[in-house]
């Protein structure tokens, strides 16, 4: 994994959507995996800035959301369309018709459903960047301790501790979702590029055992070091509990050197 090491939140995300807006210029039918969470926020804040200022222009790129609670409509507040309609597709010329998210309202043949969302994803030609987040617990999407490295698109039982790290975005009293349609591991690990992105201190533990614990399905992001080309963006913070800073700061320096753009 290639770990990129910058000094906040700000520039973490800066830097990200620099990738994200090369990967559209270099093709503008680019196929994106999108994920929620706090810490994508940035990132989106950007690109709807490049492309307000630079028109960054995203009326062919392809988009599919990586998870989904189910039992809620996309309109509720705290769906994950909703969520992506608020900080990013109500600000951009993406087309509707290229937006895919999985439905949290579906009922009845889950499987079939989820291996739709895969055939989707596959019709379009494969993810060729996808954004991820990452859970306290080291999930990536939905896939929570002990999914299968394999898993593909599935219905996924929250644990406990994620369903608790998201109250925070639900009303007082409000029910919270126990499940949702995550990609799997094996779709994440299908994808061609992959960035995961990391704020703040709360992950330190969970951004350390993904980059240089041992390769565990107790800590799903670690399946990202089988990734032919994952790039982990960590901010001070979060890198806190690497072991190996000096390391990655020297790669990065010689990256810079001899191959100049290799993270565009
Ligand atoms: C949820 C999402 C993940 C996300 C994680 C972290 O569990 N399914 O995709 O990475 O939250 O969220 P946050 O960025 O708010 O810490």
């Keep these: 994994m290639l770990v990129v090491l910058k000094s906040n939140y700000e520039e973490l995300s800066r830097e990200a959507a620099r990738i994200v807006a090369n990967s559209i210029r270099q093709n503008p039918e680019v196929r994106l995996g999108l994920a929620t969470g706090s810490t994508t926020i940035g990132v989106y ?3 709807v800035r490049l492309h307000r200022d630079e028109a960054l222009n995203f009326s062919r790129v392809v988009t599919f959301n990586l998870d989904e609670y189910l039992g809620i409509s996309p309109e509720h507040p705290q769906s994950f369309r909703h969520f992506m309609t608020e900080h990013f597709f109500s600000h951009v010329n993406l087309q509707p018709r290229n937006i895919h998210i999985p439905d949290g309202t579906i009922s ?5 459903y989820c291996a739709g969302y895969e055939a989707e994803i596959q019709s379009a030609g494969g993810i060729d960047l996808q954004i991820l987040g990452i859970g306290r617990n080291g999930h990536i999407g939905f896939n929570e301790p002990t999914s299968s490295f394999a898993s593909k698109t599935r219905l996924k039982v929250l644990s406990k501790a994620t369903v608790e790290d998201n109250r925070k975005f639900f009303g007082a009293g409000e029910k919270m ?3 949702a349609i995550t990609m799997g591991i094996g779709t994440i690990l299908s994808t061609r590029r992959v960035l995961m992105l990391a704020t703040g201190a709360a992950k330190a533990g969970a951004v350390a055992k993904a980059i240089e614990g041992p390769l ?6 670690s399946a990202l070091q089988l990734h032919p080309d994952a790039i982990a963006i960590v901010d001070e913070e979060a890198a806190a509990e690497l072991k190996q800073k000096d390391y990655y700061r020297d790669v990065m320096e010689m990256t810079a050197l001899f191959t100049p ?3 565009s």
């Design 45 to 47: 804040r950007e690109l």
């Design 108 to 112: 009845g043949d889950y499987e079939k």
């Design 261 to 263: 753009g290799k993270l």
């Design 177 to 179: 979702p126990r499940l």
């Design 216 to 221: 565990t399905a107790s800590v799903t992001a």
